[in-house]
C-alpha cells in the first residue's frame, strides 16, 4: 500500500530530521502550523504513528512526554534527570557490561536501540537532598518533639 506524501507530512518529517535533540509531537505541532495554521494536532500524531509502522522514527519516552527521534541516526541513550529535565547523552559503550550481563545471567538478549535511564544529575544531586526520608529520621524528628 502505498502513502501520499502530503506537505503536511513532509514537515513532520522535516521538523525530525532537522532537530537538533528528540523532538516531542507538539514541538513538531508548532512547527507545522507555523506554516500550515489549519492543521490539526492530530495530523501530526497520525503521521508519527505512520512513521514509526515504516520503521523511520523511534519514539521514546523522556520522562515528560514521548519524542521522537529519526532510526537513521543510529543507536543512542540518555540520562535524563527528574528534577530538572537535563538529557545527557549516554556512550553506548557504557551498556555494553549490561548487555553481557543480562545474556550471561538470565539468557536474555537485550534490544538497546534506545534507552533513557532516569534519576538525578550532579547538579541536583549537590543542591537538594534526596526527597526520601529514611523511616529513622521520621522517628527521631517525632521523638524530639514529645
Given at each position: ?87 545527557t547523552d549516554l556512550d553506548e559503550s557504557t551498556l555494553s557490561s ?40 521520621k522517628f527521631s524528628k517525632v521523638a524530639a518533639v514529645?
Amino acid at each position: 500500500m502505498g502513502y501520499r506524501l502530503t506537505p503536511q507530512r513532509m514537515m513532520v518529517v522535516s521538523a525530525i530530521e532537522h532537530s537538533e535533540e528528540h523532538i516531542s509531537a507538539e514541538e513538531i505541532y508548532a512547527q507545522v502550523v507555523a506554516r500550515y495554521p489549519h492543521v490539526n494536532i492530530s495530523t501530526v500524531y497520525r503521521t508519527l504513528e505512520l512513521l514509526k509502522k515504516l520503521g523511520l522514527v523511534t519514539e521514546m519516552d523522556m520522562g515528560d512526554r514521548a519524542r521522537y527521534h529519526p532510526i537513521e541516526k543510529g543507536r543512542h541513550h540518555h540520562l535524563v534527570c527528574q528534577e530538572c529535565g537535563k538529557i545527557t547523552d549516554l556512550d553506548e559503550s557504557t551498556l555494553s557490561s549490561l548487555k553481557n550481563t543480562l545474556l550471561k545471567d538470565y539468557n536474555f538478549t537485550a534490544d538497546l536501540t534506545h534507552l533513557a535511564v532516569f534519576g538525578r544529575c550532579a547538579l541536583c544531586q549537590r543542591n537538594k537532598p534526596p526527597s526520601g526520608v529514611s523511616s529513622e529520621q521520621k522517628f527521631s524528628k517525632v521523638a524530639a518533639v514529645d
